[in-house]
C-alpha cells in the first residue's frame, strides 16, 4: 500500500457527516473543532460538488466552537458548553448535530456527556464522533445515520408495511443527489411503498424520526450506508437490501425486481411498472437512433469513479448503450470483500461484456492501468487501438482524457466543471440524462 | 536571532498583536478610543471560518514542478478541489499549459495518532520523490501531526539526502492560530530557509564583460512584484504594466515562480508588496539577509491607492517626474471612463467584505465610484492598516465597522438593520446578503480584474451590470431563508464579542 494519496476524491469522516447532517430537513450541526474544519469542507463542496455549497445551515454559516491551543491544553468542554448553549439563540434548528473533529478526539474531550446534559434539559441534540482519522467522508455519513438509528429512530418495533429507508447516496459527495434520490423515490413510489429517503424535499424530520418503522432498508450502494444498515438491523431487526446504483433500465429492472420480491410485492404489479417505464424510455430514445448510427457514436471507454459510480456507469454503458468500457477504475479505499463484491457486480453483466476492474485511488496512476491492460501502438501498421474513446469520470481526469484525446464528462466527485441542480442519473430517465450528457460532451464540436 | 532560524515562525497573534474581533464604528476604531489590537477575547458563538491551510495551499498548488504533501488526515487539503480552478487557468494564463494541482496526503489513521506518523512521512518524501521527480516538495504539517508531536523537520533532515527534490517544510496547524495570514508567514519562512540558495555559478567559457555589466544594469531596475495569489493573471499584467511604464523590469514573486528560480528575489532592486498582510515578514528578511529593500504601504486597488502605490515606487528610483506624468495621465483617462457609470452608482448604499487590506481599499475605490459607504466588515486586524482607517473616516459620515473571521450571523443581523443596495464579499461570502436580495458581488477572484487602473474600470463596470439586473437576488430571497431565530435579529450584532474592544459592552 502507497504511503500517501493522491488527490483523495473524499473528504474525511467530518466532511461527510457535515454534507449529510446539512442535507437533512432544518437540521443544524455544531462542529467542535478548529476553526478551519468547516471551511475547508465548504471549499471542497465548492469545488467538487457541481457547484451546490450550503444546505439548510451550510456554507459558512455551520456553527462551530473554533477550538485552539488554550483548549488543546486545557480541554475543549467548556468552549463546547458555550457555543451549543449560544447556537440554541442564534440559530433556528429543529435538531441539532455536534460533529466533532480530529484535535476534540485526540485531546478526549467528553462530547456524550456535554450533549446529554442538553439532551436531559429536553434539548433535540444529537452527536457523532467523526474524527478525520477515522476514516473518509462516506464513513462520516454512515455515522451521522448510524447515530439518528440509535438515538432518534423511535423505539417501535411494529413494523409499517409498505414503508422502507433509503440509503447509500451521500449528499454532496454523489453530485446528483438529489435528481438521484427524487428519481428512485419516484419508481419506489409506483410500487406502493413509502419511501424516507432523508434528504429530499419530501422528507422531514417527523418520518426520520420513525425510521424505525420501515419493513426494509434498502442501500443503492454495495459501500456507503452499509454499516448504518447493519445498526439498524441490529437495533431494530430491519433487514436490508444492499443493490448497486440503479443507472438505467437494465440495473433499475433488477433493483425493480429484487425489491419486489424482498418486500413480496405482487409481481404483477412490478412487471406492469417495468413494461411501462422500459417503453417510455425507448420512445425517448427512439429519434436519435438515426444519428447514433450516422456519427458513429459507440465508444470504447474508460469509467473512472467512486464505488457507486463506478459500477453503475459502466453497466449501463455495457448493458443499456452497448459501449465498451473495457477499463473500469474504483478510486475508493476499500477492504478485500467489498474490492471483491464491486468485481463481482461487474463480471456476468447482461451484455456478455468483461469490463477490467481495478482499483486505484491515485488519479496520475490511471493511465499506467490502462497501458497496461491496453498496450499502446508500438508502430504496428495494423493497430486495433482503443479508439474512438471517452473517459467518464471527474474533473480530476480531464488530463487522462486530454492525453487520449477523447471527450469526458465528469459524473463522480470532485465535478468541479459542471452546474448541478436537480439532474439525476438513476432509473430509466436517469439513464436518459446520462446519454443526453454523454452524446453532447461526444459531439461538442459538431 | 533572526525568526528564519527557528522551525516554525511565530504566529500573528504574537507578532503583530492580530486579533479578529470588534464591532463598532469606523470612527470608533479611526480614533483609536475603541481598539481590538489585542485583548482579543473573541466570541461566545463562533461559526466556522477557515485555516492558515487554506490560503497555503492556494499558493503552493501554484508552484510548477512541485507537488504538495499533507501530513495528516485525509481531510485535510480538500479545499484544493475548489482552488485547483485557480491552478489551471493560472497555468495557462503564465505559463502556456493548463495543468491541475498535485496534492497529495498521508492521510493518517488512527494507528498513526497512537504509535506516530513519521515513519509514514518519511515513506511518503521518497516515493512522492520517485513517483513525480519534482524540484521541491512542500511538506506540510497540519493539526494532527501538531498534536501528537510528530517531529516533521526531523523526517525532513532524515529524508532529504536519499530524495532531489528540495524539501520545504510548512507548519499550518490550524489551531495554533486564528489569523490565517500566518499561512504567509509560513510558506515564506520555508521558502527563506530552503529555496534561496543560488545555484552555483558556472564560469562561462567566453567572458562577456559587457553581457555581465547589461546584467547588472537590468537587476538595478528590476522590482519583485509580490503576489502570493491574491491577484489574478490580468491584475499581474495590470501592475506590470504601470512598472514597465517607469522603465523596470518585473519579477512576479512567488506565485507560480518555479522552484529552482525562486533565488531570483534575491537579486533584485526592490521588493514591492500589493498588501501589508501578505509580505512584511518575508520583506523584512530579503532586506536584513540580502540587502534588498521594500516598499509595503499601500495596496493597488482604487485610483488614490494605486496613484500613491506608482509614486512610492518611482521616487524609490528617483522617476518621480515620470511617475507624475504617468499618475496624470492614467488617472485623467480613468476619471474619463468612469463618467458612464457615475449616474448608476451615485448615492447607492455599499457593504463591504474582505481580508482587511482589501476591505478598507475596495471601500475607497466604491467612495471614489459614488457610492456611499455604510458598512465594513474585515477578517482580522493588525497594526499595518491604522492609517486606512483615517482615511475612511475621513470620508464624512461614520459607519458600521466589524472584524470577523467571516461569522454571517453577525453580517446577516448587519444587513438587516443598514439595508444596503450593493454588497461585496469574499468567496463563499455572498450568500447571505443574497439571500436577503441584495445586489452582490464577488471581491476576490483571481479570474477577475480589481487592481491598479484597469482594476478600478473593470469592478465599476462589473457592479454596473449587477445593478442593472439583480433580478437572480430579488428572487432568490423571496423563497430562500436564513438559519437564524427571530430573536436574533432583534440583538446587539455584536452581543457575543467578549473583547473588551467592543462597544456594545
Known amino acids: ?446 | 536571532m533572526s525568526y528564519f532560524d527557528q522551525k516554525e515562525p511565530p504566529k500573528r497573534e504574537d507578532r503583530l498583536k492580530a486579533c479578529i474581533a470588534y464591532g463598532g464604528s469606523i470612527c470608533g476604531l479611526a480614533t483609536g478610543s475603541k481598539r481590538c489590537l489585542q485583548d482579543d477575547g473573541e466570541r461566545g458563538f463562533t461559526q466556522g471560518s477557515i485555516c492558515l491551510l487554506l490560503p497555503a495551499l492556494a499558493w503552493m498548488n501554484s508552484i510548477p514542478d512541485s507537488v504538495v504533501l499533507l501530513h495528516g488526515a485525509i481531510g485535510c487539503g480538500s479545499c484544493a478541489h475548489s482552488q485547483n480552478a485557480n491552478v489551471r487557468s493560472g497555468s495557462l494564463q503564465r505559463l502556456g499549459k493548463t495543468r491541475d494541482a498535485l496534492w497529495l496526503s498521508t492521510a493518517l489513521d488512527e494507528t498513526d495518532v497512537i504509535s506516530g506518523g513519521e515513519g509514514k512521512l518519511g515513506a511518503a518524501i521518497r516515493e512522492a520523490d520517485r513517483r513525480y521527480r519534482p524540484a521541491a516538495i512542500f511538506v506540510v504539517a497540519s493539526c494532527v501531526p501538531g498534536i501528537i508531536g510528530d517531529d516533521v523537520e526531523g523526517v525532513v533532515d532524515r529524508v532529504q539526502p536519499q530524495v532531489s527534490a528540495r524539501i520545504v517544510p510548512v507548519h499550518c496547524e490550524g489551531f495554533k492560530t486564528k489569523i490565517w495570514a500566518t499561512a504567509y508567514d509560513a510558506i515564506y519562512h520555508g521558502i527563506g530557509r530552503v529555496l534561496l540558495n543560488e545555484p552555483e555559478e558556472r564560469l562561462p567559457v567566453i567572458p562577456d564583460e559587457f553581457g555581465e555589466l547589461q546584467e547588472k544594469f537590468r537587476l538595478s531596475r528590476t522590482v519583485n512584484l509580490m503576489n502570493v495569489s491574491s491577484m489574478g493573471r490580468g491584475d499581474e499584467l495590470e501592475l506590470a504594466r504601470l512598472l514597465r511604464s517607469l522603465g523596470l523590469d518585473v519579477n512576479i514573486y512567488p506565485v507560480f515562480a518555479h522552484p529552482d528560480e525562486m533565488y531570483k528575489v534575491t537579486q533584485a532592486a526592490v521588493s514591492i508588496s500589493t498588501c501589508p498582510t501578505h509580505d512584511d515578514y518575508f520583506l523584512k528578511h530579503l532586506e536584513e539577509k540580502y540587502g534588498v529593500p521594500y516598499i509595503i504601504k499601500h495596496m493597488p486597488i482604487g485610483i488614490e491607492n494605486t496613484s500613491s502605490w506608482v509614486r512610492d515606487v518611482a521616487a524609490f528610483f528617483g522617476f518621480q517626474e515620470l511617475g507624475e506624468k504617468l499618475i496624470a495621465t492614467e488617472e485623467r483617462e480613468l476619471r474619463e471612463a468612469l463618467e458612464d457609470f457615475r449616474p448608476v452608482f451615485a448615492g447607492k448604499k455599499v457593504f463591504v467584505n474582505a481580508g482587511e487590506f482589501r476591505a478598507l481599499a475596495t471601500a475607497e475605490l466604491l467612495a471614489e465610484l459614488g457610492f456611499e459607504i455604510i458598512g465594513i466588515r474585515s477578517f482580522h486586524h493588525d497594526e499595518f492598516a491604522e492609517e486606512e482607517y483615517g482615511k475612511l473616516a475621513a470620508l464624512g459620515g461614520d459607519f458600521a465597522f466589524n472584524i470577523a473571521n467571516a461569522q454571517p450571523f453577525e453580517e446577516a443581523n448587519l444587513l438587516k438593520r443598514v439595508q444596503p443596495d450593493v454588497f461585496l464579499g469574499h468567496w463563499c461570502g455572498n450568500a447571505t446578503a443574497a439571500k436577503l436580495g441584495i445586489a452582490t458581488h464577488v471581491i476576490y477572484n483571481t479570474g477577475l480584474s480589481y487592481i491598479g487602473y484597469q482594476g478600478a474600470y473593470e469592478l465599476a463596470r462589473r457592479l454596473y451590470r449587477q445593478l442593472k439586473n439583480p433580478t437572480f437576488n430579488k428572487k432568490l430571497s423571496r423563497y430562500a431563508s436564513l438559519p437564524y431565530t427571530g430573536q436574533w435579529y432583534e440583538a446587539d450584532p455584536f452581543k457575543y464579542i467578549k473583547a473588551a474592544g467592543s462597544e456594545s459592552k
Open chain 1, 1 to 446: 500500500m502507497s504511503s500517501f494519496i493522491e488527490r483523495p476524491r473524499y473528504l474525511c469522516p467530518l466532511g461527510g457527516a457535515i454534507m449529510t447532517v446539512t442535507a437533512l430537513p432544518g437540521v443544524v450541526p455544531i462542529i467542535h473543532a478548529p476553526g478551519g474544519c468547516a471551511g475547508n469542507i465548504i471549499w471542497a463542496q465548492n469545488g467538487g460538488s457541481g457547484l451546490q455549497v450550503g444546505g439548510y445551515c451550510g456554507g459558512l454559516n455551520i456553527p462551530s466552537s473554533n477550538i485552539q491551543e488554550r483548549e488543546v491544553v486545557f480541554g475543549g468542554g467548556e468552549r463546547l458548553r458555550e457555543e451549543i448553549r449560544n447556537t440554541f439563540d442564534v440559530v433556528d434548528g429543529k435538531l441539532f448535530f455536534v460533529l466533532t473533529g480530529c484535535v476534540t478526539e485526540v485531546i478526549g474531550d467528553d462530547v456524550r456527556a456535554v450533549v446529554n446534559e442538553f439532551q436531559a434539559e429536553g434539548a433535540q441534540i444529537l452527536f457523532a464522533e467523526t474524527a478525520g482519522f477515522k476514516g473518509n467522508s462516506y464513513r462520516g455519513y454512515d455515522l451521522v445515520l448510524q447515530s439518528l438509528f440509535q438515538n432518534y429512530a423511535g423505539r417501535t418495533v411494529q413494523k409499517v408495511r409498505g414503508k422502507i429507508n433509503l440509503l447509500g447516496i451521500v449528499p454532496f459527495m454523489d453530485v446528483f443527489w438529489r435528481g438521484n434520490l427524487d428519481g428512485l423515490r419516484g419508481l419506489l413510489g409506483k410500487l406502493g411503498l413509502q419511501v424516507n429517503s432523508y434528504f429530499s424535499p419530501e422528507d422531514d424530520l417527523a418520518e426520520i424520526g420513525k425510521a424505525a418503522e420501515a419493513e426494509l432498508n434498502i442501500i443503492v450502494s454495495d459501500v456507503y450506508g452499509a454499516e448504518a444498515a447493519k445498526t439498524a438491523e441490529e437495533l431494530y431487526g430491519t433487514p436490508y437490501l444492499s443493490l448497486p446504483l440503479p443507472v438505467g433500465p437494465a440495473a433499475t429492472d433488477i433493483f425493480l425486481r429484487r425489491v419486489g420480491e424482498a418486500l413480496a410485492l405482487d409481481s404483477k404489479l412490478v412487471e406492469r411498472v417495468l413494461a411501462e417505464e422500459n417503453r417510455l424510455y425507448y420512445h425517448y430514445l427512439e429519434p436519435l437512433t438515426e444519428c447514433y448510427n450516422d456519427l458513429d457514436l459507440q465508444r470504447y471507454s474508460i469509467v473512472v469513479g467512486d464505488a457507486n459510480y463506478s459500477v453503475a456507469v459502466a453497466k449501463f454503458l455495457a448493458d443499456d448503450l452497448g459501449w465498451l468500457p473495457e477499463v473500469v477504475v474504483c478510486t475508493d479505499q476499500l477492504g478485500g470483500d467489498q474490492q471483491a463484491l464491486l468485481t463481482k457486480r461487474l463480471s456476468n453483466l447482461e451484455s456478455g461484456f468483461k469490463p477490467q476492474l481495478v482499483f486505484e485511488t491515485d488519479t496520475s496512476e490511471i493511465i499506467t492501468h490502462l497501458n497496461r491492460l491496453r498496450p499502446r501502438n508500438q508502430n504496428q501498421k495494423y493497430y486495433n487501438a482503443f479508439s474512438p474513446a471517452f473517459v467518464v469520470g471527474s474533473s480530476l481526469d480531464r488530463e487522462l482524457a486530454q492525453s487520449l484525446g477523447a471527450p469526458h464528462l465528469s459524473v463522480s466527485f470532485p465535478v468541479a466543471n459542471r452546474a448541478v441542480l436537480d439532474r439525476g442519473y438513476t432509473g430509466y430517465r436517469g439513464g436518459l440524462r446520462l446519454i443526453e450528457d454523454l452524446i453532447s460532451a461526444a459531439i461538442a464540436g459538431r
